[in-house]
């Protein structure tokens, strides 16, 4: 039951066991773990901007914790994707992980459709307690897909119609990224893996006729304005 995975889950705390981990800060090394188990999390929920996480380190890495804990976590993309993204967007996010950009943006901006997709299954089980957890239901305005990434965001794309693209995919390639949108972000675990190529990303966004936006941290996201 419930109290019985929370034990597993202390005990293994205490004696100090590395266990991987399932999400990642903005810059580190990102492990597709164990996950949670059966919904259950050690740690308390804790505010974050709009939403609430849980404080837990099977779920977050070591280097997210103190900034859950203390309401920081991805402070700068929470408060900086409001204020870019136009009235009335449809954003998909491939590689959306637990969802805490696009669940802080369906608080604050019900205008927009937040579209998420997630192929790891310990990811998309987190997304769904963060859901229950702050009361968000799913609906054609914000809700985690059923596509997996398959061969690349094309179909993806062709599918749903998003007008702003956000990519925290790693296996996404330069090759693979699309024309003809009004906003692109690269972020999350695709920046992580790919950092020290991400040259290559913006030669192939500059061909394609975007431009920069330098209002984010470029650590945490390169930005392309159409």
């Not at 859950?68 to 929470?78: D, M, P, V």
């Not at 059923?146 to 690349?152: I, N």
């Not at 956000?166 to 675990?189: A, C, V």
Request: net charge neutral; hydrophobic share 45%.
């Amino acid at each position: 039951d419930r109290e019985r995975r929370l034990a597993k889950k202390a005990m293994l705390q205490r004696k100090g066991k590395m266990v991987p981990t399932v999400e990642a800060p903005a810059v580190g090394i990102c492990n597709h773990g164990l996950g949670v188990l059966d919904g259950a999390f050690a740690g308390a929920w804790v505010l974050n901007h709009t939403v609430k996480l849980p404080a837990d380190w099977w779920v977050f890495s070591g280097a997210s914790l103190p900034l859950i804990e203390t309401g920081k976590f991805e402070r700068g993309l929470a408060r900086r994707f409001p204020q870019v993204l136009a009235q009335g967007a449809k954003v998909l996010h491939i590689g959306a992980g637990v969802g805490f950009v696009e669940a802080h943006l369906a608080n604050i901006r019900p205008d927009l459709t937040l579209l998420l997709q997630e192929d790891c299954p310990a990811l998309r089980e987190t997304f769904a307690a963060i859901c229950a957890e702050n009361g968000l239901a799913q609906s054609e305005r914000f809700r985690l897909l059923e596509d997996a990434l398959s061969d690349g965001p094309g179909d993806l794309i062709a599918r749903h119609s998003p007008t702003v693209l956000l990519l925290s995919d790693p296996r996404i390639t330069p090759e693979m990224l699309p024309s003809g949108l009004s906003q692109i972000f690269l972020m999350g675990r695709l920046l992580e893996a790919q950092f020290a190529t991400i040259q290559r990303y913006e030669s192939v966004l500059t061909a394609k006729g975007y431009r920069p936006d330098f209002g984010f941290d470029s650590v945490a996201v390169r930005a392309f304005v159409a």
